[in-house]
């Protein structure tokens, strides 16, 4: 029996392309992340129309609809927190319509915003002594990767506001077209049910788990008994 978590996050090649890229970042300081999108079910909200989506009794809200993507990289890129705390905006019911968690990791932390009573751009992004790295876009989607890395030669420009700056090095990276951002999510449950990898699934799975641990450290939630390595 194999059970996947639908999650497109870790079947781009953008988060393959985060992962080589992190080391060039230097010292981690900074993680942030926003999904933010106003959810079509949200006047009828506004209107005492609840849908499952942003009802307590179904674990609806922005955390785990849309956040949850944004947790993923983080847990992704930089693995569990030493702890988590979720700050949130409560709708009339008591659901989060929005909310930022914070992340903490040992140097630096990690901020992951969702909304879904407001919109704002979408992007990930991560920072380091030596540069960054971006995601402009939804990060469901991520439909592209700029990697900014400081020049070695210890050379200077100016930037746009005339401040003298560190020379950098961009690199883009745009993954492959694909008919639907979920077809290489079932390229990959496919392949991994056809070869029996079980490895690939197990790791996968605790992937998963890591996110779920964060989101009930962040809420008080009580994790349902499950291993985590």
Known sequence: LFVFEAITVLHNQVIQKMRQALPKLGAIKMFFANYSQYSSRYDRYLCGDVDHSIDPAFLGGALRDINVYNIHYAVA??????????????????????????????????????AKDSDSPCFVNVQGEKGFMKIDGKPNVAPNLTTVITDESGGTVKDAAGAIVRATKTERFEPPKVHHRMTQEFIDFADIIDKKDFSAAEALYEQTLGVMKVICDSTGFEMPNAQLS
């Open 77 to 114: 890129l930089f693995g569990q927190p030493k702890k988590a705390r979720y700050f949130a905006n409560l709708g009339f019911n008591g659901i989060d319509t929005s909310g930022a968690l914070v992340m903490e990791y040992d140097g630096f932390f990690a901020v992951c915003a969702g």
